[in-house]
């Protein structure tokens, strides 16, 4: 399982970073924003000191689409775009969010709803990252206020996956944990694992079925397909897959800074 501590980490992992990433049909803007200390805030939209919707062009990102508050427990969200904003936290199902948020988890992504539609081949897809290699995954969630019932208790949790238990994890879903995020993102068949896996089809049901069967024992309701993400996203918050820590695509806006 993943742990995280601040002992042994290097100086920028205690950074905070907010960055407003966009890309369409003819233009990719890669990744770009600022670090933000613990108290301060940043406004992102069309008319905001970090732009969203202007070099990918799109009327339906608001002048203020958000304000992003760095918070010792996370981030504090005051989401102001009229079409709305849908949360992908690294690992877990997308959901809507509105109005203010308190999140915490190591690996956000905010897409702003433009009014296209999702699906089309002219859609822009704009999109807020707010990363933070300090934060912890907890089975809360990435909004931990927004659970209305208690845990369980529960034994001991089950042992980490095996290297190639993960492998097998991580390929078949690897379109879900992609970093910064893909839409749409479907997993992998498993025959395409098998192949990229060089092994039989076989070999990775038994891979994820040991994957599977932890996810029961950590809280999954029920049995799914191994194809199915929901044993992903319990995983995912239990610790048994380690976030994406890479930095090199940050592009720091020297006026921000």
Do not use: C
Not at 14 to 20: D, G, P, Q, S, T
Not at 83 to 109: C, D, E, F, K, Y
Not at 163 to 188: G, I, K, N, S, T
């Amino acid at each position: 399982m993943a742990t995280q501590g601040t002992a042994a980490k290097p100086a920028a992992a205690h950074e905070r970073w907010v960055l407003a990433y966009e890309h369409g049909p003819a233009r990719r803007r890669p990744p770009v924003g600022t670090r933000l200390p613990v108290g301060r805030s940043v406004e992102v939209g069309r008319e905001r000191e970090l732009s969203l919707g202007v070099e990918v062009t799109s009327d339906g990102i608001s002048r203020v689409a958000v304000v992003v508050t760095a918070t010792e427990a996370g981030w504090d969200l005051d989401l102001r775009n009229a079409n709305g904003a849908t949360l992908h936290a690294w690992g877990q199902p997308p959901q809507q969010i509105s109005g203010h948020q308190s999140i915490a988890w190591p690996r956000v992504a905010i897409r702003f709803h433009n009014g296209q539609r999702f699906d089309q081949p002219h859609t822009s897809y704009h999109w807020v990252l707010l990363e933070a290699d300090l934060l912890d995954i907890t089975p809360a969630g990435p909004r931990p206020g927004s659970r209305t019932s208690s845990a369980t208790v529960t034994p001991a949790p089950p042992g980490p996956l095996s290297r190639p238990q993960e492998d097998a994890v991580r390929m078949v879903f690897e379109p879900l944990l992609a970093w910064p995020p893909q839409v749409p993102a479907e997993p992998l068949q498993l025959k395409q694992v098998a192949s990229r896996l060089g092994i039989s089809e076989a070999g990775v049901r038994d891979r994820l079925g040991h994957a599977h069967d932890r996810a029961l024992r950590l809280g999954l309701h029920h049995n799914v397909g191994l194809n199915n993400p929901e044993y992903l996203y319990v995983l995912v918050s239990n610790g048994y897959l380690a976030p994406p820590t890479g930095r090199n695509h940050r592009v720091a806006l020297p006026w921000l800074e």
